[in-house]
C-alpha cells in the first residue's frame, strides 16, 4: 500500500514542514517512469545539437544564397546571436523556474523555441536571421534551467551523473539529425539553392511540436513543491509514482529514511541567491565558471567554425559537410554514453579534471599537426572524433557540477547564472573571434585560437582537481542542503 500522505509530510505550526519525499525518489529504481521523463525533457539537448549542427552545415548555403550573401564574419555573427539569446533566455527563464516551477517554464520555453526556429527559416536579410537565432537561442537557455533541475530532481542519487552525461550526450543525436537532414536537404538536385537552408530549420520546429504533448504528463518537482508549501501535492505526486512502481513488481525498501525540516516560502530573494552562491559557495562558483567558461569558448569557437574549416581548407564542398559532421557527432555522443558511469563510480572531481585534461592536451597535438598541414580532411575528422570523445563528456559534466552543487531554492538560477556567464565569457566571441581567424586563411592563425581553447581547458582540469565536489551517489540534499532547511534544534 501507498504511503500515506500524513507519513510523507507532517506539518508544523505556520510554514515548517518535515518531509521524507526526497528520500523516497532517491531510493527508487530506474524505471519506465525515469525514461519517459527523459524523452520528454530531454529532448532540449537533441534540438540545441539539432540547431548548432544546421548553423554549421549551412554555412555555405547561406554564403551561397541569393537572397542573404552571408559572409564568414556573418556566419561567425549569426552563433553569437544564438549564443547570446541563450544566455540571456538562461537568466531570465531560470529566475522564473525557481519562482514559478519547472513545470510552467518548460512548456513557455519549448514554444518559444519552435516559434523562433521555424521564423528562422523565413529570414530575408542578416537582420531578421540575427533576430530569429537570438530568440531560438533565449528558448534553448530557459529549456537548459527548467530541463536539468526537473531532470536532476527526480533521478535516483546513485546515477544522477550517469543520467545527467547521457541525456546531454544526445545533444549529438541532434547533431546526426542535423548533419543528415543537410545532407538531404543542400543537395542543390533536390532543392533550389535559397530553399534547403530554409528547410533544414524546419527539422527543429517538426520535433518541438511532437515532443511538446509529451510534456502534459509530467509533474511538477516534488522537491520544488516541498520549498513552496504545496507539501501535500507533492506527496501525492511521490505516492503516485511509488504506485506504479509496486504495480509493475517492484518492492520499494521500508528502512528508515532521512527527513528533512524545511521553512516554507513563496520565493527566494535575489540579495539571498547571489549571497548563496558567491559567498557562502564561493568556492563552488569558481569551479563551475572555470568549467563553463573553458567548455563553452572550446565548443562553441570550434562547432560553429567546423564547416568552415573544411571548406576553406580541405576544400569539401558545402553539401558534403554532413558526411563529415556524422562521424564527429557519433564521437561525441559515444563520450558520455560510456564515460558516463565513471562519473559515478570513480568520482566526480577525478573524471571532470581528467577528461577536461585529455580534451585540451589532444587538441594542442591535432592543432600542431594541422598548422603543419599534415593532416588531410579525414585524419583531421579522426582527431576531432577522439578529441570530443573526452571533451564531451567534460562539457556534459559542467551542467552536471553547476546544477547538483546549489541548493535547492536558487537551482535553476544557478544553472543560468553559470551558464550565461560561461558562455558570455567564452561562448559568445568564440564564434565570431574564429570566423576572423579562418578568414586570414592563415593556419598558423586558426592554431593560435585552438590553443587559447586548450590553455581553458587545461586550467578547469586543474581547478576542478583542487577544489571540486564529491557528489557521487549522494542526495541533492547533502551535497548542498536546502537555503530553507532547518536543524533539529531550531
Known amino acids: 500500500m501507498p504511503e500515506s500522505a500524513a507519513a510523507a509530510v507532517q506539518e508544523k505550526p505556520r510554514t515548517v514542514i518535515e518531509t521524507d519525499l526526497p528520500a523516497r525518489l532517491d531510493r527508487l529504481p530506474w524505471g519506465r517512469f525515469h525514461s519517459l521523463i527523459v524523452v520528454a525533457l530531454g529532448v532540449t539537448w537533441l534540438l540545441d545539437g539539432l540547431e548548432v549542427t544546421l548553423a554549421g552545415a549551412v554555412a555555405s548555403a547561406l554564403k551561397a544564397s541569393p537572397t542573404l550573401h552571408f559572409s564568414n564574419t556573418d556566419v561567425g555573427l549569426t552563433g553569437s546571436a544564438y549564443i547570446l539569446g541563450a544566455v540571456l533566455g538562461a537568466l531570465g527563464f531560470g529566475w522564473l523556474t525557481d519562482r514559478l516551477g519547472r513545470r510552467k517554464l518548460f512548456f513557455i520555453t519549448l514554444t518559444l523555441y ?3 526556429t521555424a521564423a528562422t527559416a523565413l529570414s530575408w536579410n542578416l537582420a531578421s536571421f540575427l533576430v530569429f537565432r537570438f530568440l531560438t537561442g533565449a528558448g534553448i537557455g530557459g529549456e537548459y534551467t527548467a530541463i536539468n533541475s526537473t ?17 546531454n550526450g544526445t545533444f549529438w543525436v541532434g547533431a546526426g539529425l542535423g548533419a543528415a537532414g543537410s545532407l538531404v536537404l543542400l543537395d542543390p538536385h533536390l532543392l533550389p539553392a535559397d530553399w534547403g ?24 518537482s516534488p522537491r520544488w513543491l516541498l520549498t513552496h508549501g504545496e507539501a501535500h501535492e507533492a506527496a501525492t505526486i511521490v505516492e503516485t509514482i511509488e504506485t506504479r512502481f509496486r504495480n509493475s513488481g517492484h518492492r520499494l525498501a ?11 516560502r513563496d520565493h527566494t530573494p535575489l540579495g539571498e541567491v547571489f549571497h548563496a552562491i558567491f559567498t557562502l559557495h564561493r568556492r563552488r562558483a569558481l569551479v563551475g565558471l572555470s568549467l563553463m567558461t573553458a567548455q563553452a569558448f572550446f565548443y562553441n569557437a570550434i562547432f560553429f567554425t567546423y564547416a568552415l574549416v573544411l571548406t576553406d581548407f580541405y576544400r569539401v564542398p ?48 591535432s592543432g600542431y599537426l594541422f598548422e603543419q598541414n599534415l593532416l588531410d580532411v579525414t585524419t583531421q ?37 553559470f551558464y550565461a556567464f560561461g558562455t558570455a565569457l567564452g561562448g559568445i566571441a568564440g564564434p565570431a573571434f574564429f570566423g576572423r581567424l579562418i578568414d586570414t586563411q592563415q593556419r598558423s592563425e586558426v592554431f593560435t585560437g585552438y590553443l587559447v581553447g586548450s590553455a581553458l581547458m587545461v586550467g578547469a582540469a586543474v581547478v576542478a582537481a583542487i577544489w571540486g565536489v564529491d557528489a557521487e551517489r549522494k542526495s541533492l540534499e547533502s551535497v548542498a542542503a536546502p537555503l530553507s532547511a532547518l536543524s533539529d534544534d531550531e
Open 114 to 116: 519552435l516559434a523562433a
Open 318 to 365: 558545402g553539401d558534403h559537410i554532413g558526411w563529415y559532421l556524422l562521424p564527429f557527432a557519433l564521437g561525441n555522443f559515444l563520450g558520455p554514453l560510456l564515460l558516463g558511469r565513471l562519473f559515478d563510480v570513480i568520482g566526480r572531481r577525478r573524471m571532470i579534471a581528467a577528461t577536461y585534461a585529455l580534451s585540451g592536451i589532444l587538441l594542442t597535438v
Open 151 to 167: 531532470i536532476q530532481e527526480f533521478t535516483p542519487a546513485r546515477v544522477r551523473g550517469w543520467t545527467d552525461l547521457g541525456i
Open 197 to 220: 537552408w530554409r528547410a533544414c530549420f524546419f527539422i527543429g520546429a517538426a520535433l518541438a511540436l511532437a515532443i511538446l504533448p509529451m510534456r502534459a504528463w509530467v509533474p511538477e
Open 254 to 264: 521500508d528502512d528508515s529514511l532521512g527527513r528533512l525540516r524545511l521553512r516554507t
Open 381 to 417: 575528422t579522426v582527431a576531432w572524433m577522439v578529441i570530443f570523445f573526452f571533451a564531451s563528456a567534460a562539457a556534459s559534466s559542467a551542467y552536471l557540477t553547476v546544477s547538483e552543487s546549489f541548493p535547492l531554492e536558487i537551482r535553476a538560477l544557478a544553472i543560468a547564472v
